[in-house]
């Protein structure tokens, strides 16, 4: 009895029961496939999760770039590689704090007033409850992630590893604290790296000039002056102003320069006046220029060049504080009506004027950020950044694309220090401690600081461990190498470091690559991976990036739900275009969902028309492979079967090699062309009167091996992007062909298709059936192009010298009648053409079709003419590249043969039309 497959394909059903058969069966851990493969770990796969916020949902950045990366896993899998594609989750330092605290704040209580420990126990309880979000969501698209090695950057394992990272890097003098301007995110109460700080460039603000009396009126060439004016955005700032300065060559403020001025709002602060030609442009403004060293990061330069006095004037939530006078306990912006306010009603308000600015805000927290002086941990990253430029410059290291290599060298090689401390308590805790005098002592753990503090001390004293924890970068910074044991020396570390590939966005270049650069190399003296593969971004339907404010974001799992994990992993591959963003587009992934219902359909028909007790026989039917060049293989094959065979092989190849390179659009479209237009479209077509036995039970077994053997293969080709569907299929095929070893119960971990070269006893069959194809498709372009139904047979004449053709012609007849709708069919070296007949060429002839009595002459004077123009065009084209010194001298001879014989096939058409149309014309 025929095996029958439902009659439609059923997404969620196949995608349920797949996941929980690949899970019971621990397929996705290396070991699966490995035990039966003795050189699996010659030349292993690993890919670490660039790990996603325990925060978060899987959005469609999360979607594109993991599909990626199950792609590539699973097609080292089944390549025989021990290939392991690591999970994990990462902390998020702000992100979760800032969740957290909301919370507390809705119950009416704050982190403070819980303390720490309680603090960091809801923490806890809010990851537990939230973070296994997003790993259900990834378990719901298919990724083949190992979950039995899955990591947290918090788990006990990696935070050995990011204290042992910084005693270390501290001990060798490349982790210091000190005072400096940092940025201050006065929502979520912390410094932030200057990575952290996104620039709005179009930021509306206004100019506002106030002037500063001046302590007693200076007499100069121009008059007597009382005052000196000056311009600033942030009027609240002038609460922080201990000096202002002029340029030291400007005639207008020469005399003022060492005088000063007194602060209209802090009576008693008097404020020097200064010459400085580095912060001063005598040109703008009014060439004077006040100075808050404590709150403006060119200031503070200009503090430290001067010994001015550093004066803060904001507390954690940039509220004025004690130094603001009256002015305490206002927010910055309240701050800055009432300051204006106050200096208009004294008299010195001089204007404001709409101003556009480049504004700094939080990446986390979108409040805009507030520079302030502040204590806070360093790791000397240039020190760091040598190494990884150096790597990627001899090119132990590759950007794919090459081009993100000068994005990566211009942030390295003008890095900064990097700022390593966050005024937060849930991360890693910087593993320092304080004595009663400040004394300072970094250890792994408090019981080696206790030693290490009695030793300086000769006594036992109470420590103090710093209140910060490290930037959430610090710990991702380690992530290929702390996630897999370090700094124990485990097997996996041996075996799977450095990883094979990072696969990431552009937007992370500089907060994870390069720290991963950086690190990896200073403790493994090896790169962190070998190639690191930059996408694009997947952008909505105009082009426009998604987010939410624009309410224009694609839930990668509503589209999961409608279409299918499959439709939308291959959808996503479809689109990413080497170097460029893609686009979403709802009707191609409907598409996509269509292409999976074809295989579906098609691999239903060959499994109903195998019949009962049907034994594939690979080796047989491949037994052409081993013989001498002509022999023939234990199957009577036929032009189709040779022709699939090639196409098949071609596939294999260039799937492989585009796999490799990242080039995925190229590959899909291969996997795509093969599956539905050669497969589905031709070859099943061509060998349905075979199948329905119109050709004797050997052409038919011939067939029947031959759709069986490929469509197995086809489905190893389109497993990595289409898991779900190809396995259920595959299991359908298991019930004719039974595996062999334990790889090969599942399509996951049976082997990548390989396929042997044709003879040149396929050769010829093969280049004729492509012909044939040819003929087809010039009928049905002429069947369109006149308007003839559908349903109404035609005759068509071939003219050509190919003598294969004519042969497959004849044996093809009934497929050509199928396909082409014809009712007889006459192959001719020479054919005279009719009055009424109608032509289109192909590549070694022409296809004429007779339709007297329902020709349309004018209309197809006009096709031919159309034609004919086209034509010419080349011809024209060709003709002035022969004539070409240039190309005659610099061309290969073949290149220049082939343009030749191109020409002579086209003046031989163009010379066929114009007869055609002499006739019509006649």
Wanted: hydrophobic share 40%.
């Amino acid at each position: 009895m025929a095996l029958e497959l439902d009659s439609k394909y059923d997404h969620k059903s196949v995608e349920k029961k797949w996941l929980q058969v690949w899970e019971e069966a621990e397929a996705f851990r290396p070991e699966f496939t490995a035990a039966e493969n003795p050189d699996a770990d010659q030349n292993p796969f690993c890919i670490v999760i660039p790990p996603p916020n325990v925060t978060g949902d899987l959005h469609v950045g999360h979607a594109l770039d993991q599909t990626v990366q199950d792609v590539l896993t699973r097609t080292a899998r089944k390549q025989g590689r021990s290939a392991l594609w690591l999970p994990g989750m990462d902390h998020a330092g702000i992100a979760v704090q800032v969740r957290v605290e909301k919370n507390l704040q809705a119950e009416g209580t704050n982190r403070h007033e819980l303390g720490r420990e309680k603090f960091l126990e809801r923490v806890w309880d809010w990851k537990h409850q939230s973070g296994g979000a997003i790993k259900g969501q990834q378990r719901l698209m298919g990724f083949s992630l190992d979950w039995s090695r899955e990591r947290f950057t918090m788990d006990e394992g990696l935070s050995k590893a990011v204290r042992k990272v910084f005693v270390d890097l501290y001990n060798e003098g490349l982790i210091y604290r000190d005072t400096r301007m940092v940025n201050w995110d006065p929502v979520a109460h912390t410094v932030l790296s200057d990575l952290e700080v996104e620039y709005d460039e179009n930021y509306k603000g206004e100019l506002y000039s106030f002037a500063y009396p001046l302590s007693e009126a200076i007499q100069t060439d121009a008059g007597e002056v009382k005052e000196i004016v000056v311009a600033t955005t942030r009027p609240e700032t002038m609460l922080g102003d201990t000096a202002i300065a002029v340029h030291p060559k400007d005639p207008r403020y020469k005399a003022l320069i060492g005088k000063s001025v007194d602060h209209p709002l802090l009576p008693g602060r008097k404020i020097p006046i200064i010459g400085d030609d580095i912060l001063v442009d005598m040109e703008f403004g009014t060439g004077a220029v006040k100075v808050t060293p404590a709150h403006d990061m060119n200031d503070y330069e200009t503090g430290k060049r001067h010994d001015l006095e550093f004066i803060t004037i904001f507390d954690e939530s940039a509220r004025i504080n004690e130094n603001g006078g009256k002015f305490e306990g206002q927010d910055r912006y309240q701050a800055r009506k009432s300051i204006k306010a106050a200096l208009a009603e004294l008299g010195l308000d001089r204007g404001t004027e709409d101003h556009m600015m480049s504004v700094g805000k939080s990446q986390r927290s979108s409040a805009i950020v507030e520079p302030i002086v502040s204590t806070q941990w360093f790791a000397k990253a240039k020190v760091l950044a040598e190494p990884a430029i150096k790597a990627v410059e001899s090119g132990e290291v590759e950007f794919v694309p090459k081009t993100w290599e000068n994005t990566y060298f211009r942030w390295m090689r003008e890095i900064r220090d990097w700022c390593i401390s966050r005024q937060l308590w849930w991360g890693h805790r910087i593993p320092a401690w304080y004595g009663p005098d400040g004394h300072l002592f970094v250890a792994d753990n408090e019981g080696e600081a206790q030693a290490a503090a009695e030793k300086h001390y000769g006594k036992s004293v109470e420590l103090t461990q710093d209140e910060d924890v490290l930037d959430t970068w610090f710990s991702s910074g380690l992530w290929p190498f702390s996630t897999m044991g370090w700094p124990d020396q485990t097997e996996d570390l041996k075996r799977y470091y450095p990883t094979s590939v990072l696969v990431t966005g552009f937007d992370i270049i500089f907060f994870w690559v390069a720290r991963m650069m950086m690190l990896g190399l200073h403790f493994m003296k090896e790169p962190p991976f070998k190639q690191i593969y930059i996408h694009g971004l997947l952008r909505d339907e105009n082009g426009q990036k998604m987010s939410k404010t624009k309410g224009n974001v694609v839930d990668p799992l509503e589209a999961v739900e409608k279409y299918g994990a499959d439709a939308f992993r291959f959808f996503l591959m479809a689109t990413l275009a080497e170097g460029k963003d893609s686009s979403y587009s709802e009707q191609r992934l409907k598409g996509y969902q269509n292409f999976a219902n074809k295989i579906w359909n098609s691999s239903r028909f060959v499994l109903m028309n195998l019949p009962e007790g049907f034994e594939p026989q690979p080796d047989k039917l491949l037994a052409f492979a081993a013989q001498v060049e002509g022999g023939e293989s234990g199957f009577q094959l036929e032009a189709e079967d040779w022709w699939i065979l090639s196409e098949l092989r071609e596939t294999v190849q260039e799937t492989e090699r585009t796999l490799a390179e990242y080039k995925f659009h190229i590959a899909t479209d291969r996997v795509y062309t093969f599956a539905w237009r050669l497969f589905c479209d031709w070859y099943i077509e061509f060998i349905k009167p075979r199948i329905f036995g119109k050709a004797g039970e050997e052409s038919a077994e011939a067939a029947r091996q031959t759709v069986f053997y490929v469509l197995r293969n086809m489905l190893g080709l389109l497993n990595p992007f289409m898991p779900f569907l190809t396995e259920e299929l595959y299991e359908y095929l298991g019930q004719f062909q039974k595996p062999q070893t334990k790889n090969e119960k599942l399509l996951i971990s049976a082997d990548w298709p390989t396929t042997p070269a044709l003879p040149a006893a396929g050769q010829g069959p093969t280049k004729s059936l492509q012909l044939l194809q040819e003929v087809i498709n010039a009928t049905r372009t002429i069947r369109s192009e006149m308007g003839i139904a559908p349903d109404q047979k035609v005759k068509i004449v071939i003219r050509t010298t190919h003598a294969g053709l004519a042969q497959v012609s004849g044996d093809k007849a009934l497929a050509i009648e199928r396909l082409a709708k014809t009712e007889g069919i006459r192959v001719e070296e020479k054919y005279e053409s009719g009055k009424f007949d109608a032509m289109e060429t192909f590549s070694e002839g022409e296809v004429y079709l007779p339709l007297e009595g329902v020709l349309d002459i004018e209309k197809e004077t006009k096709r031919l003419q159309g034609e004919l123009k086209k034509l010419k065009g080349v011809q024209t084209g060709i003709d002035k590249k022969l004539s070409s010194d240039g190309f005659r001298q610099n061309a290969p001879p073949e290149v220049i043969e082939k343009e030749k014989q191109k020409l002579s096939e086209i003046t031989d058409k163009v010379a066929a039309i114009q007869t055609a149309l002499k006739r019509f014309s006649a």
